[in-house]
């Protein structure tokens, strides 16, 4: 099962982050730990927002997967892309539940000049997003 959910997954980003894939992939209570807010974000809808708007961000042609660690339902994917001339190294941690859905969802960045790119280009994103 855990190959198939990392091609999922595959399949999801290579599409170009289409939000009728990505709300296939989520559990109604999954949980999203962003690099740059604090606390947990619970709940499919806000965990589609950052999502989305993460592939919007960061899912531009300079992306790709370097690394792909898979343990059962864990997985650890090494990405980098850049944004502005900024080179950005980060992981996707991903945690799935017995029903094949994205239970957990943690994201990493380095380097400090590249978090606070992605900060950035976020905040923009999830705000044109609401409006």
Same mark, same amino acid.
């Given at each position: 099962m855990?190959? +198939?959910?990392?091609?999922?997954?595959?399949? /999801?980003? *290579? !599409? !170009?982050g289409d939000p009728a894939l990505l709300a296939d992939l989520l559990a109604d209570d999954a949980v999203f730990h962003s690099p740059v807010v604090h606390t947990p974000q619970a709940g499919k809808p806000v965990v589609m927002a950052y999502l989305v708007a993460a592939s919007h961000v960061l899912g531009n *042609? =300079?992306?790709? /997967?370097?690394?792909?660690?898979?343990? !059962?339902?864990?997985?650890?994917? *090494?990405?980098?892309? *850049?944004?502005? %001339?900024?080179?950005?190294? %980060?992981?996707?941690i991903i945690r799935w539940n017995s029903e094949g859905k994205i239970s957990d969802f943690k994201v990493m960045v380095r380097p400090l000049k590249a978090i606070n790119k992605v900060w950035e280009m976020m905040a =923009? +994103?999830?705000? =044109?997003?609401? %409006?």
């Open positions: 855990s190959r +198939q959910n990392l091609a999922r997954w595959h399949a /999801y980003m *290579e !599409g !170009g *042609e =300079a992306f790709r /997967y370097v690394r792909e660690l898979v343990d !059962g339902d864990e997985m650890m994917l *090494e990405f980098v892309t *850049e944004l502005d %001339g900024i080179t950005i190294n %980060g992981v996707d =923009a +994103q999830l705000e =044109a997003a609401k %409006g």
